[in-house]
């Protein structure tokens, strides 16, 4: 699902830079991977967080897809050209992703789940290119926090087939994803680094 113009301006602020700075430091320390892997960002929105994991990680290569085709413009201008050297762009549904399976060593998804109507077919297209023993780095909302009185008036968000933290986990497990380290408020989200295994 694209983003409204109210969750536009919420996800290109500086702050949320400054939160996906902080979050993918965690992560690093969690899941310290050698550089050179393959890595995809599901849901790159304007680039803030391809920059940050290409700077953070040192990927040989990095693709960075979203569903809309005008968050992809804006993620290459924000990266120009010098940046997104070794980053590849595409368009595409993160419930039917364009790639090979085992593609990838790491796939990172920002807040993506809660906007894919088939969340678990999203899930499930993560494990599919994910190689064995590769790294999902996940930050995810909780219904709480999106559908609560006032947000639901804003902010566009599928309203049926929503998770929060037990249902997530139980898809999580079905995807055959192991949680390694997680910081979960039950009620509002959490930033995990999942191995998937073999």
């Not at 790491?106 to 678990?120: E, I, Y």
């Amino acid at each position: 699902m694209k983003l409204n113009w109210a969750e536009l301006l919420v996800v290109n602020n500086p702050s949320r830079v400054v939160q996906q700075r902080l979050e993918i430091g965690w992560m690093k320390k969690q899941a310290n991977l050698p550089a050179g892997g393959s890595f995809l960002e599901i849901g790159c929105g304007r680039g803030a967080g391809a920059s940050i994991i290409r700077s953070r990680f040192s990927p040989r290569l990095l693709y960075a897809m979203d569903l809309d085709h005008l968050m992809i413009g804006r993620a290459i201008r924000y990266l120009g050209l010098r940046e997104s050297r070794n980053i590849c762009f595409c368009v595409a549904d993160a419930a039917d992703l364009p790639y090979p399976d085992g593609a990838f060593d790491a796939v990172f998804g920002f807040g993506v789940l809660h906007h894919v109507p088939d969340w678990q077919a999203a899930l499930a297209e993560v494990a599919r290119v994910l190689k064995p023993r590769g790294t999902y780095f996940l930050e995810e909302l909780y219904p709480s926090l999106y559908q609560n009185f006032i947000t639901r008036h804003i902010l566009l968000h599928p309203t049926e087939n929503r998770f929060g933290s037990r249902e997530l986990k139980k898809a999580l497990d079905k995807a055959n994803l192991s949680v390694k380290s997680s910081l979960e408020l039950n009620d509002f989200g959490i930033l995990a680094v999942l191995r998937k295994q073999c």
